[in-house]
């Protein structure tokens, strides 16, 4: 499989997926959960200094993580600029503002195109999230987030667990092909380590890199979680 191939279709098997974003398996909802939590405690620290936050999630699918956000934690829409990239457009009934009710206006923006060459400024993201998206990309995606993060920016990820990507082949014929080419071009993370060092490579720095599981109906499901700075070594 060519790159090219590679990006048609997993373009093609996620328009898909999010065609009915009520059948999201069970362990993915979970993991948005926590990660929710973690980033509505990242927005409040940031609102310590800045008046508005500007919050972008990578390969963000109609916007999921922030759904999860602001359904649990609706304050947070205050002075926070939502911004979502993928390189699926999405109509405005899919995205997740049509998904949240709340008394505070919601400013929101959505980006299509590729999450390696995003169309913001330098240094422009208070707090950058990807829930379970950015591991599909090449490695030089980092690149693009220690160009977006603020000096004193944020960056928070979940990593699909070779857990997860063993489950999803058996159940979903359809995503092997992907799951393969990814393990050929060296995008699956293995341990804690190899994140670690790959974040280093790219200059960022790994505050918290560690595996979170859980219990569901599909089995035992596990991810990795890492948050990241920007590396003040050159």
């Known amino acids: 499989m060519q790159e090219t ?29 926590r990660m929710a939590q973690v980033l509505a405690q990242t927005i409040q620290i940031a609102h310590e200094t800045k008046m508005e936050v500007t919050a972008l999630d990578l390969c963000s699918g109609p916007g999921t993580l922030f759904r999860n956000l602001l359904t649990t934690y609706p304050s947070r829409a205050r002075y926070t600029h939502f911004i979502t990239q993928d390189i699926i457009s999405f109509s405005q009934e899919q995205q997740f503002t049509a998904r949240v009710s709340t008394d505070v206006p919601i400013r929101h923006t959505h980006l299509t195109g590729s999450a390696l060459q995003v169309s913001l400024p330098d240094g422009s993201v208070d707090v950058l ?48 092909a992907l799951y393969r080419y990814m393990e050929e071009t060296n995008r699956i993370f293995r341990n804690e380590q190899e994140i670690e060092e790959t974040l280093t490579r790219y200059r960022l720095l790994s505050t918290d890199v560690f595996e979170w599981s859980a219990t569901t109906w599909e089995g035992e499901v596990a991810w990795w979680f890492t948050r990241v700075r920007q590396s003040i070594e050159l």
Do not use: C, M
């Open 5 to 33: 191939e590679y990006t048609r279709l997993l373009q093609e098997v996620y328009t898909d997926y999010w065609q009915n974003p009520e059948h999201i398996e069970e362990s993915p909802r979970i993991a948005g959960r």
């Open 129 to 176: 999230t990807s829930h379970f998206g950015i591991d599909f990309l090449e490695r030089d995606v980092f690149l693009e987030v220690r160009r977006l993060l603020a000096p004193d920016g944020v960056g928070l990820f979940h990593f699909h667990h070779p857990v997860i990507y063993n489950q999803i082949s058996e159940s979903k014929p359809e995503h092997e």
